[in-house]
């Protein structure tokens, strides 16, 4: 069975398999086919008209089935890898292990944003950016430089809090839990994120950086605790609606599954710890 851990709790073993396996994936070129079908729903979805990966109700049970199956492309490399997850209510510094060169590499240089260290560095060869929205074939950050502080525990707890999973209309205007930590709304979670790693992550073709998985794993893991804190709640909408995929509607691009089957995390991975 899967075990997502917490980032800052793997060993220098952990670390390396995981490292060696984007790698592996970048060289065959699987890698990039991620970034490629991430960008797309990217630039389709829009809040008037058809949505699926984002600003949108299917926003979590798109990214848990996106997540299941770059997992799975991982585990063909090296069936010990699992996602870990990164909880940057607490690792929230440009200084924390997860940007130390022996794992993700630190922050871009100031000229260019240039990653510089660690194994996704464009020097180190193995990391070229093939899909991208400008002409700059490396891996870019600027950690933290927008000025703005990564989201804190107590944030996070008053979007937890919120009972609703998603209301109308259904998109970056929405009210509810989905939308607040999507971050359209409210304090701003998941998008806020995005923007203080800077580079690519702030952009469309933000899975190039590597950093975007764990990211997204810890939001997956936000959406299991709201669940496990709302027992009474559910997806919503249930009933079919235009523009959006409800509870019984197929997802693109895989078009089998829908988010009544997404709900229930643990017949796919477990985390590490429930809370
Ligand atoms: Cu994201």
Do not use: C
Not at 55 to 66: G, I
Not at 111 to 137: L, N, Y
Not at 190 to 208: D, E, I, K, Y
């Amino acid at each position: 069975m899967t075990v997502r851990k917490n980032q800052a709790h793997l060993t220098p073993t952990e670390k390396r398999n995981f490292v060696d396996a984007l790698l592996e994936l970048k060289r065959s070129g699987r890698y990039d086919t991620f970034v490629t079908t991430h960008n797309a729903f990217i630039m389709s979805d829009t809040d008037n008209g058809d949505r699926v990966g984002h600003r949108s109700p299917s926003f979590l049970p798109w990214h848990r089935r996106f997540l299941i199956q770059f997992e799975q492309a991982l585990q063909a490399v090296n069936p010990e890898v699992a996602l870990p997850y990164w909880d940057w209510t607490v690792d929230r510094s440009p200084t924390s292990s997860l940007w130390a060169a022996d794992f993700l590499g630190g922050t871009g240089r100031s000229r260019d944003g240039q990653v510089s260290d660690g194994a996704f560095a464009v020097t180190a060869g193995k990391w070229p950016v093939s899909v991208r929205v400008d002409g700059r074939g490396f891996l870019r950050r600027a950690l933290g430089s927008g000025g703005q502080q990564l989201p804190t525990r107590a944030e996070v707890d008053a979007v937890l809090a919120m009972p609703t999973y998603d209301t109308a209309p259904w998109n970056s205007a929405s009210d509810g839990f989905r939308n607040h930590l999507e971050g359209w709304r409210g304090v701003n979670l998941h998008n806020r994120v995005h923007v203080w790693v800077g580079g690519q992550m702030g952009t469309g073709v933000s899975p190039n950086d590597p950093v975007f998985w764990m990211h997204h794993a810890f939001i997956d893991r936000l959406w299991a605790q709201w669940q496990a804190r709302h027992p009474g709640s559910t997806y919503l909408p249930a009933v079919q609606t235009r523009n959006v995929v409800s509870l019984n509607d197929v997802m693109r691009p895989w078009n089998d599954v829908t988010p009544a089957d997404m709900l229930d995390h643990t017949r796919h991975y477990t985390y590490d710890t429930a809370a």
